[in-house]
């Protein structure tokens, strides 16, 4: 390598210096910066569903927060979660959903709707009933049916008629539209009543009937091989037990609007690290009345 003289002697370097790796070394800091930041902090995803409408349109554009604090998630939060289902680990699809059950809570289910801590959360009037439909009365309700445009949904033909899901609004129309004596062979099924209780980290964990239906699924991925149901009890690692400690905590997570939704009504409890963050601002919608707003 050529050397150049200086007044000291001699001076290193046959390059003058490379400008350009300045650029790009402050390039790749921004790079990992923004990167840190979507991973980390916050991430911009677009609405592919109408599971919460009104509060968003499909196609909205948001940002969800992803900071580990305190409130994150939050109760009545909207909230971005995955499946937790073992079935959907390999892709695991997007889904929103306000979060109704915090680790803890208990959950009441009835007719009426939900009751968490005592405290009553009516249903949506866009959530999905069950209604039956008597054979003698079909041919009539189906006319009905057809001439005010309601989807038959769900059907599940049985001996004495056929089951179908309606929302409580169609059920009004109908009784409007329908005779009397078809009105009584076209009967609401009622709601199966029990009681849940959000798990909690750390916290021993009952399992009664109820709880171990709805907790199957996340002992199962907690406890692996360990975990064995049989004739509706739970035996780990050999052993029947009527408790379980979680090593994580769990929320019930439910769609405003159930017709177009995937939520703990299918998926069961939500665990921590299945939670993406709190939805938080819409920043761009066709709708002007959501556009630059915080979701809530």
Known sequence: MQKEETDNGYKTGGHKGRPYMGWV??????FLFVMSIRQYCTGSYQVS??????ALHKGDYILVNKLPLKGNPGRNRVVLFTSPLRKDT???PLFLGRCI????DTI???DEGYRVNGQLLPRSPRSLNTYLVANSGAADFLKALHKLNIPLRNK?????????????????QLREELDADTNLRFLKSPTESYT???PRKDRAHRLDAAALTACKEAIQREAGELADFRDGKLYLDGRETTFFFFNQ???????????ESVDSRHLGFVPRDHITGNAWFCWYSHDKQHLFKPVH
């Open 196 to 198: 849940l209780i959000v």
């Open 90 to 92: 390999l892709n695991s």
């Open 25 to 30: 070394i402050t390039l790749v800091i921004a």
């Open 49 to 54: 569903t109408g599971a919460m409408e009104e």
């Open 108 to 110: 009441e289910v009835s």
């Open 249 to 259: 905590d769990y929320y019930w997570i439910l769609a405003d609007n159930t017709d």
């Open 156 to 172: 599940k033909s049985e001996a004495e008629g056929f089951f179908l899901s309606l929302t409580s609004f169609e059920e009004y």
């Open 101 to 104: 059950g915090m680790p803890g």
